[in-house]
């Protein structure tokens, strides 16, 4: 595979860019760190959203499900068992604080991709509409379950959380999400999660395994979620069970739409322009959810295939 | 572009007065304006506005004008946390007014307190948000004591022993003052039949009620907000329960009665201020809060949104400055304000320690019971 | 113990209607273009309000001012519907299911949104339109507004099966549900038919919204998420695309919530409705009543 070694330098460029706009970021102003750090996490989770629903086809409503459950986690492991690891003398932003954020960080992702093989079966079942269904019927669920749970705060969510989450950590995890999709796609085995997506039954036909694609995308897909739930959490040092319903997954799914399905570059785009759009909007609050709306709807007409899909693709014809 | 141009002279009319005069102290506001709690967000955000003009209108403090800049949250999570940081680092606001919901300002707090800036909260009730840091204040009571009022109340007003609790699991809001009544009222020897729960967005109540009506008790205590509450008494009466309820200052506003309609006659709740109180200052409130905005008469939320704008007002006053510990310090100090909702002393936990007013519904009014001291 | 379990049963019947009328709409469109209609709720939010202002121009409190307020609210919401229908989805009828799926979201944000601008945020009183009595037989309280909401129930489901079966209209509608092309080319217009289907969708949530207005007098304009929810798992339930199948699911639907609201599990009522989802996808995907469909390579 030739753009490998192109991918690991990518990546590894990243962090380094990571590192130096973490030191510059006392410099930076709050607020466009503010920002900056909720197009990382929204890149995260809209890019891990489009292995899932865009380079394999299967349609996730639950992904903000997946997030809850990495930000709980993730925050559980430095509320609870950080004061006993690390010890209060730590030193802010030093070694012991980050690298229990990272294993922290690291638990948060694996609990929600377990979460993501949970989910990830009945999709072997079900597709479509009815795929749809079923995970927004879950990331419900978790809500609801999050908000009767007493030890992790109930409907009032977790407070005190640390301020780990970093522009380097935020960096690192759009990197790793962006160089781990990417390669899994374009490796000889990721060639597969196309082929499920273009067509199950003649991908079968041709001896992949389908269900195996799946259950993996959405493995992969809902560990990335975690991490962004993780981050996200660090950052605003607060959570709350109604911060991880519905519309929140609508928000990643219209940023994979927009960007177009499968299309990388155009879904970190859409992410970036759907982050900072409502920040521009601003202004004129009490009309900002009518326009914005007003645009999503006026895309989905003008350019179908996503904002940033310049390519033909091969339109999935409706049943 | 018009809309551009447009937005321009917007803000050169609001920046040209300052051109001549004294430099204007900023204020920043955050507000549920739109989203599902928009109503207690505008209530909230009418009450300040108006504070701050009539502040503005005596000439402000220290010599200076005050500029509020409201931000809107949209009644998301999330949110108030980005647009707090974006109230500091870019506007340098001096203080932050906010939030209504408790889960809201807990969002906002550690930013405030990050900065070193100081956060008065109107309204949120449960104890856990000053609890942030010593920058972060309230001007309104804390669910322990309202939940023991409404404890107390039940038991030697309503004689009630055995009671059954209605409460909305999605609203941290109600979970706290729920837990705070229990607490109370069974240290009190009273008895908790049973607690039932709804979610955000039910309208339909019958099932728990029917579960009430089988349990058989002597009243209902309903921590939740004023839709719910109106809407549980009249499904209660359709099932033939002619038992009391009561809750709490979520049950304020009128539409408690537009909706409730009969079926809230006799019903009770604990609020911080009514605005048939003929004290001269809230009839003066009530009057210029009706004449600014359209004859609406302001709720508890507008009276709370008010005085926080004045309670700090009176701190920067005292402060002398609008620097953040300077100003921290005069707030603590706050003693013996005099505001629409009573008189608001801070207690050590920041907290404004006042009295709980109690009100119930007669012939389509709402009538003054009560006044509670802390 | 008996009171007690027949006075759930009739609380969860008459819940049960209300998700049944949404469902009847959520299942019209399904059938024939195969997709979820997000905006269908905040038709049904729309129609509420229809209901609010039509109400003071007619007599208060009489089943005729009754009806004449839920069928102003129908048309109202038929107008609406095949507005969206023709502005919003028919540029799409190529396009992939999920971008029809995210224009619906768009719609049903854009109607939310617009709605609190126009309407205001804060929930409205909605006014008395029917006779309102509280009944009480044999020990079962209820009031007068239920037994309407499952008259409405039963007249709007019978009457929507003989439009459906017994009229040209129908035959088309159903023709064009089982394979579009093929109708086309027996001299069916496609778009005629998909615009009556939303209008008659659309008109069944405008007095869906009404009846619920009136059931739950307090109207606002995020009023239609958490029904138009929980009438879509009704929907599911019954089995999409059949008609006595979302009457069915719906009423079940009402009764799950109501026993488990009035027991010691009333926490997990709002989860439990979706599990219940996620399994019959999972096991039962054409629901109670559904035909089972292949999909053919």
């Known amino acids: ?319 | 572009m018009k809309f551009v141009s447009l937005l321009r002279f917007a803000t050169l009319l609001a920046v040209s007065p300052a051109l001549h005069a004294a430099e204007p102290i900023k204020i920043g506001e955050i507000a549920s304006l739109t989203g599902k709690e928009a109503a207690f967000g505008q209530s909230s955000h009418k009450g300040t506005v108006l504070a701050v003009e009539q502040l503005n209108a005596v000439g402000g403090v220290l010599g200076r004008p005050f500029e509020l800049l409201s931000e809107d949250n949209q009644s998301k999570s999330g949110e108030s946390a980005t647009v707090a940081r974006k109230l500091l680092s870019r506007e340098k606001v001096v203080a932050l007014l906010g939030e209504v919901a408790s889960s809201r300002s807990l969002e906002m707090a550690p930013i405030a307190q990050r900065a070193k800036i100081p956060m008065i909260s109107p309204s949120s009730t449960n104890p856990k948000v000053t609890e942030v840091g010593d920058y972060i204040f309230r001007v309104c009571f804390i669910d322990p004591f309202q939940g023991t009022v409404m404890a107390k109340f039940a038991k030697e007003t309503l004689k009630a022993r055995r009671v059954a609790v209605l409460t909305s699991v999605s609203s941290a809001y109600s979970v706290g003052l729920a837990k705070y009544f229990k607490e109370r009222f069974l240290a009190d020897g009273g008895e908790i039949a049973l607690e039932q729960k709804f979610a955000e967005g039910d309208k339909d109540f019958k099932a728990q009620l029917t579960a009430v009506r089988a349990a058989g008790v002597d009243a209902i205590f309903v921590p939740g907000y004023y839709t719910e509450a109106a809407l549980i008494s009249r499904q209660a009466r359709e099932l033939g329960l002619a038992l009391p309820l009561f809750g709490g200052d979520g049950w304020e506003a009128p539409q408690l009665i537009e909706i409730g309609g009969k079926a809230v006659e006799g019903t009770y709740y604990s609020t911080h201020y009514s605005p048939e109180d003929t004290a001269h200052a809230v009839q003066a409130f009530v009057a210029a809060f009706r004449a600014r905005w359209n004859g609406e008469t302001p709720d508890a939320m507008a009276a709370l949104g008010y005085d926080s704008a004045c309670v700090l007002a009176d701190a920067i006053k005292r402060a002398g400055g609008t620097e953040g510990p300077a100003l921290r310090d005069a707030l603590a100090a706050t003693k013996g304000f005099a505001g629409v909702t009573g008189t608001t002393n801070m207690d050590p936990a920041r907290n404004a320690s006042k009295s709980a007013v109690i009100v119930t519904i007669k012939d389509g009014q709402f009538k003054f019971v009560q006044s509670v001291a802390p | 113990m008996l009171t007690e379990f027949l006075q759930q049963l009739v609380n969860g019947l008459s819940l049960g209607a209300i998700y049944a009328l949404i469902a009847l709409g959520y299942t019209m469109v399904y059938g024939v273009l195969r997709f979820i209609n997000f905006a269908h709720s905040d038709v049904f939010m729309v129609g509420a309000f229809a209901g609010l202002y039509l109400a003071p121009l007619a007599p208060a409190g009489s089943i005729l001012g009754g009806l004449v307020v839920v069928g102003g609210a129908m048309l109202a919401s038929a107008l609406l519907g095949v507005a969206i229908e023709r502005l919003a989805y028919r540029p799409l009828r190529q396009a992939p299911t999920l971008n029809v799926l995210i224009t619906a979201i768009g719609v049903s944000c854009l109607l939310q949104s617009a709605g609190q601008l126009v309407f205001g945020a804060a929930p409205r009183s909605f006014p008395v339109i029917f006779p309102a009595r509280a009944l009480s037989v044999g020990g079962l309280d209820f009031s007068s507004n239920q037994v309407v909401v499952l008259v409405f129930a039963a007249i709007l489901v019978i009457g929507l099966r003989l439009i459906v079966f017994h009229t040209r209209m129908g035959a088309a509608l159903r023709a064009v549900s089982q394979n579009p092309r093929a109708a086309r080319l027996m001299g069916i217009d496609n778009d005629v038919v998909i615009r009556f289907t939303f209008a008659l969708g659309s008109a069944l949530a405008g007095a869906g919204g009404v009846l619920y207005a009136v059931n739950y007098p307090t109207i606002d304009p995020l009023m239609g998420v958490l029904p138009g929810l929980k009438a879509f798992v009704a929907a599911i339930l019954g089995g999409i695309g059949s008609i006595p199948g979302a009457a069915l699911g719906g009423l079940l639907l009402g009764l799950v919530e109501t026993f488990v609201g009035g027991s010691q599990y009333s926490t997990y009522k709002d989860a439990i409705a979706f599990a219940l989802l996620i399994l019959f996808l999972l096991f039962r995907p054409a629901g109670l009543l559904g035909k089972a469909r292949i999909e053919k390579v």
């Open chain 1, 1 to 319: 595979m030739p753009p490998m070694p192109k991918a690991h330098l990518g990546f590894l460029l990243a962090l380094v860019l990571g590192g130096v706009l973490s030191g510059l970021s006392d410099r930076i102003d709050p607020y466009h760190l503010d920002v900056l750090i909720g197009v990382g996490i929204n890149i995260v989770l809209a890019v891990s959203l489009n292995l899932i629903a865009g380079h394999t086809g299967q349609f996730s409503l639950g992904h903000a499900g997946f997030m809850a459950i990495g930000a709980y986690a993730t925050a559980a492991v430095t509320i609870f068992l950080g004061p006993h690891l690390i010890g209060d003398t730590a030193a802010p932003g030093g070694l012991a604080e980050n690298t229990l954020f990272g294993s922290a960080l690291l638990i948060g992702g694996l609990a929600a991709a377990l979460a993501g093989l949970l989910v990830g079966i009945p999709s072997l079942r079900l597709r479509g509409d009815y795929l749809a269904l079923v995970t927004l019927g879950f990331g419900e669920i978790i809500r609801v379950l999050l908000q009767n749970f007493e030890p992790l705060g109930g409907a009032l969510g977790l407070n005190g959380i640390p301020a780990y989450t970093t522009v380097f950590w935020v960096v690192a995890a759009g990197a790793a999400t962006v160089f781990t999709v990417g390669c899994l796609v374009r490796s000889n085995y990721g060639l597969g999660f196309l082929a499920v997506r273009d067509d199950e039954i003649a991908a079968s036909a041709a001896g992949l395994d389908p269900a195996r694609y799946k259950v993996v995308a959405f493995t992969v897909g809902a560990f990335f979620a975690g991490i962004a739930g993780g981050l996200f959490g660090h950052f605003k040092m607060t959570i709350t069970p109604s911060g991880f319903d519905f519309s929140r997954s609508i928000e990643i799914v219209v940023m994979v739409i927009l960007g177009g399905l499968g299309n990388t570059v155009g879904v970190i785009l859409a992410a970036v322009l759907l982050t900072l759009l409502p920040e521009f909007l601003r202004p004129v609050a009490e009309y900002r959810l009518v326009l914005y709306s007003l645009l999503l709807i006026g895309l989905m007409l003008a350019r179908p295939q996503g904002l940033f899909t310049f390519r033909t693709h091969r339109a999935v014809p409706r049943a």
